[in-house]
């Protein structure tokens, strides 16, 4: 077995390993095999030059030493300049997106606690009008139908989050006045029995 090419291959692989552990998310596994792959490196130069080169041994050690920090900083400055890398690496949003989904935001907070009108059936998410705006919404996970005055309660993302107006929920009581008068005719007319006089 030639312990000198496998740890020059094993060496190559965990450089690689390395700069694949900086832009690709793996909760630390990639960094695992990476040192693994470290490790089988310097044993199989341990195998290969200790006894019979020290010199070469000690120059690995020395390239080990150089290398991994060098490739790591390359990739991080040049790797997402070229064309693979930017395909992997997502761009950063310009100032002009990033404001613009600020003001965005700040525009439907400022809206939190004012009533609007559902426009559609919230099954739970709809549009509301509110000020004149249709505006994105959901509710809480309830349906709520068109027509309905709501009252904005938060902002989650680009949506409004709405409940139903404790307006709409508490109906004003009928006055006695408004009550229909009871008709004992229509009553009797509807009994399918005969209630004996006294």
């Known amino acids: 077995m030639d312990y000198s090419f496998i740890a020059i291959l094993a060496l190559a692989v965990t450089l690689m390993l390395f700069v694949a ?6 909760a630390g596994l990639i960094a695992v095999l990476a040192l693994l792959c ?12 200790w006894d019979t080169s020290p010199s070469i041994w000690w120059t690995y050690i020395a390239s080990v030493l150089i290398l991994i920090p060098s490739t790591l900083g390359f990739a991080v ?4 300049n070229t064309t693979w890398g930017k395909k992997i690496i997502h761009e950063v949003p310009t100032l002009e997106e990033v404001t613009g989904f600020r003001e965005e935001t700040e525009h439907l907070r400022s809206l939190i606690g004012k009533i ?4 559609t059936l ?6 509301v009008l509110v000020d004149n705006e249709r505006l994105n919404c959901e509710s809480q996970g309830m349906i709520i139908d068109p027509q309905v005055d709501v ?4 902002v989650e993302g680009a949506r409004l989050v709405v409940k139903v107006a404790k307006q709409t929920l508490a109906e004003p009581p ?4 408004e009550k229909p008068p009871f ?10 029995f005969e209630v004996p006089e006294s």
């Open 21 to 26: 552990e900086i832009f690709v998310p793996s």
């Open 38 to 49: 470290l490790a089988a490196s310097v044993w199989s130069a341990w195998m290969a030059w």
């Open 77 to 80: 400055k040049f790797f997402p």
């Open 116 to 119: 609007g009108k559902t426009q």
């Open 122 to 127: 919230l099954n739970p998410s709809g549009f």
């Open 151 to 154: 009252e904005i309660i938060a």
């Open 174 to 177: 009928q006055s006695d006045s």
């Open 183 to 192: 008709d004992d005719t229509v009553a009797n007319d509807t009994l399918d």
